[in-house]
């Protein structure tokens, strides 16, 4: 059996240091967000530029220039027939394409969750109104399909709509399941591998078939992205129980407010004994939990350190699968994962 990599050890390392070998290319992606509102009109102009110029990780854009600035074989850069300044452009045209998809799903879901905050700011829907962002969010998947097609790969344009697809089914799926109380971990599973993970693990992929890497190390870029994805979404999870609205910078507890189950409240409700159980599920049918006695059986039950636990879990998945990638891009990869473990925002 192989060691397991635990994460736990490892110091965090802050987001800027971790993203600071991509910085011009990042900046000249940011920029070109910037254009994307600039080239609109009126209210659209208003509320794109809100939305895209109001800051953000863009973890997703990083992980696609990650992969695309892994080194090829003397061979693969011989027989690619781009340029290399063409294919910086393109792999920044992309880092830009998933950014914007990733906005859209961000609008739609504040719509959805009836979110107030995001990113220390008014959502969309209370700056704007529900209508106008549900056109907005359309908009924003428009465009960035405009872009992706414009990158003239088959395989990138046939993995990006698919991955749509499966994101928008995987949230339709979770909606359904509201309030189900007894769900299991499987479904939880796949619901966020949908609506999160195929995003991330597209970002890795699709960048490394833009670098012209070989078959075997582009599909194991995109299990580490799927890896990544999960341990990502499980953290982001439990920040929407355990969080601090300052940190995180959007409204919290609008998951279990709206009846997802998520890891750490399928985690909790596994625990509870009858005389705690009965009074969660009714708190979390109200329309006003009792949020604190929830948190207070959070602690009780080590629900953070179990659920971190899963989290950790899928983070060694992630970095089993890059063992053969360059040692330096390893790195890079490695950093960037330990944020995702660590991050409290």
């Not at 998809?101 to 504040?110: E, I, M, P, R």
């Not at 009858?274 to 009792?290: F, Q, T, Y």
């Not at 053969?324 to 490695?334: A, F, K, P, T, V």
Request: hydrophobic share 40%; with cysteine; glycine share 6%.
């Amino acid at each position: 059996m192989k060691a397991q990599l635990n994460l736990s050890v490892l110091a965090p390392e802050t987001l800027n240091l971790i993203l600071a070998p991509l910085g011009p290319d990042l900046e000249k992606v940011e920029k070109r967000l910037r254009s994307v509102g600039e080239e609109c009109e009126g209210v659209l102009k208003d509320s794109a530029n809100y939305v895209l110029c109001g800051g953000g990780k863009r973890l997703r854009a990083s992980l696609v220039l990650f992969c695309f600035s892994i080194p090829k074989s003397k061979k693969k850069i011989e027989k690619n027939k781009w340029s290399k300044d063409n294919s910086v452009v393109r792999a920044r045209e992309l880092a830009t394409a998933v950014e914007l998809l990733h906005s859209a799903t961000l609008v739609h879901d504040d719509i959805v969750d009836r979110a107030v905050m995001r990113r220390l700011k008014p959502s969309v829907n209370v700056q704007f109104g529900d209508d106008l962002s549900v056109l907005l969010g359309d908009f924003l998947y428009a465009r960035a399909f405009s872009m992706i097609a414009n990158l003239n790969d088959r395989d990138i344009v046939s993995w990006m709509t698919g991955m749509t697809e499966d994101m928008c089914a995987g949230e339709i799926d979770q909606l359904k399941n509201r309030y189900t109380v007894d769900l299991g971990l499987n479904d939880y599973i796949s619901f966020i591998k949908r609506k999160t993970a195929a995003l991330i693990s597209s970002c890795a992929r699709c960048g490394a078939k833009l670098s012209g890497l070989p078959a075997a190390q582009i599909s194991a870029l995109a299990s580490f992205g799927m890896n990544i994805g999960i341990a990502f979404q499980i953290v982001d999870d439990l920040l929407d129980l355990v969080g601090t609205e300052t940190l995180v910078g959007k409204t919290l507890r609008t998951d279990a407010g709206n009846g997802k189950m998520t890891l750490p409240m399928i985690l909790l409700l596994g625990q509870l004994n009858a005389k705690e159980r009965g009074p969660v599920i009714k708190s979390l049918n109200s329309l006003h939990p009792d949020w604190s006695y929830i948190e207070g059986l959070l602690k009780k039950y080590q629900i953070a350190q179990e659920t971190n636990r899963y989290a950790n879990d899928y983070l060694n998945r992630a970095l089993e699968a890059i063992r053969e990638i360059d040692s330096g891009s390893r790195q890079s990869l490695e950093s960037f994962s330990r944020f995702v473990l660590k991050r409290d925002f």
